[in-house]
């Protein structure tokens, strides 16, 4: 997993990387489901959480972000208040002739927040029973970070340590309508030696507004990093996809330096970061309803999958040879089941991080939901593995 990694970063550094590298595929690439294999829901001890995305972190863990987060209470029914976020790790599923549902561990109890919010976002929040919820607006207003995808990891190294960052959407809410989107907050996400691998990653170090309002918020909805570079995608306000990419140098790749960064405007890679309206920016056969971006060596091929949108749990899949496109325009290749609660199904993603890198099979989850005996809704996050022919 490791030289998985490190590997494209030194091959670079080495040879100035696309030189070598094999020409894209001209023939696009058509995706044929050969094996579904269900693996039931997530399991969440305690906790009641929407829309979790993951990240691979460490050799053979995946870090979980989620987001609004709730407790089980002993009876059974859903708390009253969310957490805004929320991280746990698992292990790696099972193979498919023994699928088993995959256990979510937190280490920390309910109430840790794991990308906190700045103090001019109701950051203290309301308090309850001991517990504050972050946000949270004495004039029932509410501010959220919530993750889209998970962090985009840029150094693995031995005994769990990780270096990663994290693109979070600043936003206003009354219910859920947007008051206002104030820019996208930089985390730096961080682990440290954790030989017993319980110890949830640092994200104390943070950048207000990293992007601004004006701009895309580039890595908040998808991320990969391929051959030396980190790419990043941001909703555009037509709700299509514009892409930056972050050049990974060093030994610990930093994305907090404006200057490693480049944007793709108008069919190329240029320095100046765009407006987020200009049109030029906008990727051909895109959507920037929730997904996840990755690199399949089987294909020689970006691939994105995602969902066609609230009140459904349908799977698209579209491929690029290059992280910029052109994209293929998507199609459906699964369907998964619709909740009876009040969200029906949403929050359709991948989770490359649970394979073995070969792009031979992917797993998905999306979130469905079902109402408690007081009408709350309860998430559940179905856990499928897709087989490729
Ligand atoms: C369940 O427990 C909570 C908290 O103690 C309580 O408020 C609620 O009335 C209980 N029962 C139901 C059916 O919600
Ligand atoms: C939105 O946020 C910006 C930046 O903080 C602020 O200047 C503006 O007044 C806010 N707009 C609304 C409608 O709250
Ligand atoms: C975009 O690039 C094309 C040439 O590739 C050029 O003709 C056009 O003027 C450019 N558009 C903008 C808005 O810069
Ligand atoms: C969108 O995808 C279709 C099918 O692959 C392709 O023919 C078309 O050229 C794509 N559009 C653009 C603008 O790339
Ligand atoms: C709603 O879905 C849940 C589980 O997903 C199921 O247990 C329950 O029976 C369903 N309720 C109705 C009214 O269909």
Redesign the pocket.
Known sequence: MLNRYLRPFVFSLAFTGRVLAAPPKTVPVIPVVSKITAYGDLVDPGLNRDSCSSSLWSTNKMLWVCRDTQQVLSNGTIGPNSIVNSASFSAMPNPPNDPQQLLLNSPESFGHVFYAMEPDECGQGLCENGICYPGLCSDGSRWVGWPDTGPVVTFRGSLGVVNAYAFITQQ?LSGLSV??T?GYELYHVTSGIDLEGNILPSTTKHIDSFWT?TQIGYGSAASVVHDGFAYLYGATPNRKLAVARAVLMGLVPSLEDPSVYEYYVNGTWTRTAPVSTDPTIVLPNTSAIQGTIYYSPKWESFVSIGGDGFPDANFLISTSPKAEGPWSAPTQFYSGAVGNGSLGAYSAVAHPGLTDGTGDYIFLTWTKTHPDVNGRDVYEQPLVRVDWE
Do not use: A, G, V
């Open positions: 206003h008051l206002n104030t309002s």
